[in-house]
């Protein structure tokens, strides 16, 4: 509740720049069928925007388009109308069945993270459309159809959604770290960093959905950082950042970097020890990939030994 709370807060004060109040949203499409769900989502609610920003709403039904010119990607349409104060309101348009699709993907993982010993498969949301429609369905403030929007978040499990972001992201985080394993092999320092930084990059979100911010966005992933160290046990943020950002030149400033990796890991299964289970599932098929998500050490031998 402190978290919606926080969403309209963060509403309000955006839209009264524009000398507009958040009921007055709904206004600024067309009527909102009894079967739709309209959503004020994206930046504004979540506290990242500023005087340039767009505001972004997500219809999802089957009425008219909402405008003349929409731009049509593969499972979604996205309209822009300017409103007269100047701001720029970006509306993505979703079928229904698009949130059908993606909320039997969702019943599986949850059935995956609660049952890891019954499964031999595990999906997993790489589709970008996707993963935006499922945060954006969680992080989100009604505009129309309350009632709708609860059933539709229920039957998406959308609070399990950070777990659902956070093994992701650790998985890519280490298939990752095994590219920057084989290139430090290599001695090719250039591309262990390149590797090595996308690693850090995912361990991050990883860490964010472990405080319950699921933004896929990658511009996002420092100052939401910030704001998921206050939910987490205790890090150097800015020890974390730095791993993002941070080049390799030699096996020992490799060794560290993967080292302060483990820190972070560590800290991602002290906060979800329920992802340990489904973790050590995975590594009984990926040994390298996930058999290092083992608590809160997280220890691992050294990585030219790992990948021997």
């Known amino acids: 509740m402190q978290f919606e ?11 009264h720049g524009f000398g507009l109040k ?15 769900l309209l959503l004020l989502a ?3 609610v979540e506290g990242l925007a500023n005087a340039e920003s767009d505001l972004d709403l997500i ?3 089957d009425g008219p388009r909402l405008a003349s010119l929409t731009l049509r990607e593969e499972r979604v349409e996205t309209s822009t109308i300017i409103h007269p104060s100047g701001l720029e309101v970006s509306i993505d348009t979703y079928e229904p069945k ?26 997993i949301i790489y589709d970008e459309s996707d993963r935006k429609l499922l945060h954006r369905l969680a992080t989100s403030i009604p505009l129309a159809n309350e009632e709708a929007v609860v059933r539709s978040r229920a039957g998406a499990f959308v609070d399990r959604l950070p777990e659902v972001v956070a093994i992701t992201r650790m998985i890519d985080h280490f298939s990752h770290r095994e590219d ?62 730095d791993l993002m950002l941070s080049r390799v030149q ?14 972070l890991v560590g800290v991602v299964a002290q906060q979800l020890p329920g992802l340990l289970p489904i973790s050590a599932k995975i590594a009984e098929h990926f040994p390298i990939t996930l058999a290092r998500v083992d608590g809160a050490e997280a220890t691992m031998p050294k990585p030219w030994e790992a990948a021997t």
Do not use: K, Y
């Open 180 to 241: 920057a394993i084989s290139h430090a092999n290599l001695q090719q320092w250039d591309a262990a960093s390149f590797s090595l930084m996308r690693s850090a990059t995912d361990i991050v979100g990883a860490l964010n959905a472990a405080a319950g911010l699921t933004n896929h966005n990658a511009r996002w992933s420092i100052p939401l950082l910030r704001q998921a160290a206050a939910q987490l046990p205790p890090f150097d943020v800015d020890f974390a950042i």
């Open 250 to 263: 030699d096996n020992t400033t490799f060794d560290t970097q993967v080292d302060r990796m483990n820190e």
């Open 5 to 15: 709370q926080q969403m309209e807060e963060n509403a309000r004060a955006f839209l």
């Open 22 to 36: 958040l009921e007055e949203i709904v206004d600024l499409i067309r009527p909102v069928g009894e079967n739709e």
């Open 59 to 61: 219809l999802i039904g």
């Open 98 to 123: 698009e949130l059908e699709r993606v909320s039997a993907t969702m019943r599986v993982l949850v059935h995956c993270l609660d049952d890891p010993d019954s499964i031999d498969t595990f999906p």
């Open 42 to 44: 994206g930046s504004v």
